[in-house]
């Protein structure tokens, strides 16, 4: 009988040996290697990493909640690691700073994270094109602010957000998030509220998609007020987002399996993920500057149907097309609306300028000029050219450089220097009516010129679509100044062609 127990408990320890094992094999399966860096030097905040052992390219920044007075960095940050790597996403989970009064620290903290992941792509085994960010409650509201208000560098690819505090008035919102972030004097000013509340943050093709998860009985932050705003802005923009609201699970479930909806969420925040394409690192950067034709004016999600987004499809993936097209914008820095006062520049200017290895330039499509041509724009008319030039130079600063003269004509040394984009200039469209007082006489008599004469001088591409495009006066809008969802399709196959033929 003794023998016989001693036979049970060897065997219950060899069994228990082996459990031990196949758990620590299925863990190291999953994570390859976990650290921690500091993100100030007191140490103050730190950022927790977990590399895959089969990296997808994918990593995600998390940003723990806990209303701006503590983190929740268990279930709303560590817990999520396992599902993140079994799935090849490199984890991060960012332990900011909390505000004090000073709302930069966590925005701050959770930036240099970004910068970091992006900045060690390469040993990682990251795409630095496909880095997100997952926020929880507070956590949302911050990421939401990295994902509205930050600059391009540091802005992340993809958002999630849990139950997300979005509006900074306490009255429809978490009041100790609101106050903690803003502070107390924050509270009392109006304009400050209105900025952070991020679904008025929102801007049409730069903000990036979204994915909001969220309890209909939640009691402490309200989803309508909130999360549901942010959808509501998204959507009116045109830009990606998908909205999961689950029946039950009130506020903080985070990625915690006693969430009745935890396998059904996971599911759904999985089948969303795995839908997302990533550019390729090494995708030849495509940047459509523009105007309101540009932008997809009068096209119900232009950001997936207007003509940059029309473009994707034709040049493929070894292209990575974005829009920055703003409505209403003029090449004329005296214009009503300028272009290059705009955050969609800025975002052109740090989209193009960066470290790829890609064996082709990166390229410019610049379709600016037919709001120019309105009576109280082109009163400003002489500027054209040297705003138009001030584009081009700073896309281009090595244009700024001498040129050679022969027999009357400017001849630029070939080939341009590595590294800089190819500049499509391309011609308005022809204003097939007067709409808004756009005057298609001047764009033909005096812009259009204009645009000649700058791309024979630096030896740019021109696309004539008002002459291509003459014969699609049916394909567009019934202002006749907006091509529709087809004139969008034909646009892009013009140019398409443009930038094929001239690899």
């Not at 040993?123 to 994902?147: K, Q, R």
Request: include cysteine.
């Amino acid at each position: 009988m003794t023998q016989e127990r001693a036979r049970v408990k060897s065997f219950l320890r060899q069994s228990l040996t082996l459990l031990m094992l196949l758990f620590v094999a299925g863990m190291q399966g999953q994570t390859a290697r976990k650290f921690t860096l500091n993100l100030t030097d007191d140490g103050k905040a730190q950022m927790v990493c977990y590399l895959p052992l089969q990296p997808s390219g994918r990593a995600i920044v998390g940003v723990p909640g806990g209303g701006y007075s503590m983190l929740s960095n268990d279930h709303e940050g560590y817990l999520a690691h396992e599902w993140m790597n079994q799935r090849g996403i490199a984890y991060f989970v960012v332990n900011y700073r909390l505000p004090d009064g000073d709302r930069t620290k966590p925005i701050g903290d959770v930036e240099k994270g970004i910068r970091i992941v992006r900045d060690s792509a390469q040993a990682w085994g990251i795409n630095p094109h496909d880095v997100g960010i997952m926020g929880f409650s507070a956590g949302g509201h911050l990421s939401s602010v990295i994902s509205t208000h930050s600059d391009f560098d540091v802005r992340p690819d993809f958002t999630i957000l849990f139950y997300p505090v979005i509006s900074m008035d306490e009255r429809v919102s978490h009041k100790w998030s609101c106050r903690n972030f803003l502070g107390e004097q924050g509270q009392k000013d109006a304009a400050l509220v209105h900025d952070f509340s991020t679904q008025n943050a929102v801007r049409r093709h730069l903000t990036p998609p979204a994915c909001i998860i969220m309890a209909s009985d939640d009691r402490l932050v309200p989803p309508v007020t909130n999360g549901v705003q942010y959808y509501s802005a998204m959507r009116n923009a045109g830009n990606e987002c998908a909205m999961f609201i689950y029946p039950t699970g009130d506020h903080g479930f985070g990625f915690g399996p006693w969430f009745k909806y935890h396998d059904r969420m996971l599911a759904d925040l999985g089948a969303w993920l795995d839908a997302r394409p990533a550019p390729k690192p090494d995708a030849i950067r495509v940047a459509c500057i523009g105007n309101s034709i540009t932008d997809g004016h009068g096209i119900d999600m232009a950001p997936a149907y207007g003509y940059p987004a029309e473009l994707q499809k034709r040049l493929g993936d070894q292209y990575w097309v974005k829009n920055f097209g703003v409505s209403a914008r003029t090449m004329l820095n005296k214009g009503d609306h300028p272009y290059m006062n705009e955050m969609a520049w800025r975002d052109a200017l740090a989209f193009l300028h960066h470290d790829g290895q890609q064996s082709a330039p990166d390229v410019v499509i610049i379709k600016l000029g037919t709001n120019d041509s309105k009576p109280e724009n082109w009163k400003h008319g002489d500027e054209f050219r040297q705003d138009l030039e001030q584009m081009i130079l700073t896309l281009r600063p090595d244009l700024a450089q001498p040129a050679a003269k022969k027999r009357g004509r400017v001849v630029r040394k070939q080939p341009k220097p590595e590294g800089s984009p190819q500049i499509f200039l391309c011609t308005p469209i022809p204003a097939f009516k007067s709409t808004w007082n756009i005057n298609d006489e001047v764009i033909v008599n005096n812009i259009i010129p204009i645009q000649q004469e700058v791309a024979r001088k630096y030896g740019l591409h021109i696309i004539d679509l008002h002459t291509l495009y003459a014969n699609d006066g049916d394909k567009m809008l019934s202002d006749g100044i907006h091509p529709d969802g087809k004139g969008a399709v034909r646009l892009a196959e013009i140019i398409a062609a443009e930038v094929m033929s001239n690899k």
